[in-house]
């Protein structure tokens, strides 16, 4: 039987909700309004030891709320990881933010001490403004694209998180038009599983997808390099094979998050109001409960009797406890819109890499079928940036 306790692994990635309160009133957001905590510099080196004690890689991922309202803890805990504080292991730093609060402060640090910022950007103004506003209500589009420019002058891979609503899922071809044209190279997207999809707005979604896939495919041919998660996710699929347990974030084991009370829980939705539960791992204090995590891990890693003899098994993301227990309350129930997502997005990502790959088109082989892509990715801009 698998034993929680004695796991170790190579990476793992340690989610410190660094504080519940937030200057945006995103209504799709799993963070509870109830709340706003905020974590102690002893609760985030407690978390962040206890991640380096689990893994020789830790990935510290600061969450809120809005993370940047707790810059100087973020700050501390940057620097006690630098100083050895939080145990031995290679750290690797990300902020989730909303990017309101990023300034040439907020860049200059980060650029020096090498910690990556992610930005959730919806889109274009209509679909960012229909559920991402200020506590105000009024939309936020100005101040978080603003924030773009600055942070792609120090790092041309910033990441872009793109949320996809039923009532903007026809505006997603102009969304990514515009991201993209802002110089964003890495987009990911994820669909809103908890909202009001019917066969209506799915089937909006379906075309935007496929003039999506179009964008993706002018793209490749123009031979831009660039991430795009609804389709990259998939075609790796395709070509490499499913994504082992390794590979996955296995919430609970190679991902946990903590909350500003110092409870450990498997991922960032199980936090929610911070009120314990049976989804608690643990504390920080006192390390994980190996019976909570091993029934866990156990629950969500089960088979889901809904997916057997699917053609997708394997290839799809039925396996996210996360998506799971928030749109069903049961870790082995998969989310019935999840399921329809990726039948109706598996073919379409397949056919695209199909029609690349029988072109022979040397952007689309390069990225998909050479391990060593992201670093010669870097390399290649390292160089055609000092012939500029």
């Known amino acids: 039987m698998f034993s929680a306790s004695e796991g170790y692994h190579w990476a793992v990635i340690v989610n410190l909700h660094v504080t519940g309160d937030c200057n945006l009133r995103c209504d799709y957001c799993y963070a509870s309004p109830k709340t706003r905590a905020r974590m102690d ?34 700050e501390q805990v940057v620097q006690d990881c630098e100083l050895g504080l939080c145990g031995q292991a290679r750290f690797y730093f990300q902020v989730v933010t909303n990017g309101t609060l990023v300034d040439d402060d907020v860049v200059a640090w980060a650029a020096q001490h090498q910690v990556s910022i992610s930005v959730s950007l919806d889109g274009c103004r ?21 924030s773009i420019p600055l942070l792609l002058a120090n790092n041309p891979y910033l990441h872009v998180q793109m949320v996809i609503s039923p009532d903007t899922a026809s505006l997603l071809p102009q969304s990514l038009e515009f991201v993209f044209g802002l110089g964003v190279r890495h987009v990911s997207t994820s669909i809103n599983y908890q909202g009001p999809w019917d066969r209506s707005s799915l089937e909006r979604l379906g075309h935007a997808y496929e003039k999506a896939a179009r964008l993706y495919e002018k793209k490749t041919l123009r031979g831009d390099r660039f991430f795009l998660s609804c389709f990259d996710a998939r075609i790796r699929t395709r070509v490499r094979g499913p994504c082992t347990e390794e590979e996955r974030c296995t919430a609970g084991m190679h991902q946990f998050s903590v909350s500003p009370s110092g409870r450990i829980y498997p991922c960032v ?14 504390h920080v204090s006192t390390g994980f ?17 809904q997916c057997q003899g699917c053609a997708l098994l394997g290839r799809c993301s039925c396996w996210c406890a996360c998506v799971n ?13 999840l399921c329809e997502h990726e ?9 695209l890499a199909s029609r690349l790959f ?6 689309f082989i390069h990225k998909h079928y050479n391990a060593a892509f992201p670093i010669l990715s870097v390399a290649e801009d390292i160089l055609e940036a000092a012939e500029r």
């Not at 749109?327 to 019935?336: I, M």
Request: aromatic share 6%; charged share 20%.
């Open 126 to 146: 209509e679909a960012h403004d229909r559920h991402r506003t200020l506590s105000g209500g009024e939309g936020s589009f100005a101040q978080t694209v603003r």
């Open 269 to 282: 939705q199980f936090v929610g109001d911070d009120q314990g539960g049976g989804h608690v791992l643990g």
């Open 325 to 337: 227990w928030a749109t069903t309350g049961n870790l082995a129930q998969v989310s019935p819109v």
């Open 358 to 363: 029988s072109r022979r088109n040397t952007m």
């Open 41 to 74: 510099r002893a609760t985030a080196r407690q978390a962040v030891s206890l991640a380096a004690s689990q893994a020789t890689d830790v990935h510290v991922m600061f969450f809120g709320g809005e993370p940047l309202l707790e810059r100087s803890l973020i």
């Open 343 to 351: 039948r109706m997005l598996m073919p379409m990502a397949d056919v």
């Open 289 to 305: 409960e190996p019976l909570a995590r091993e029934r866990f891990h156990e629950a969500s890693e089960a088979a889901k009797p």
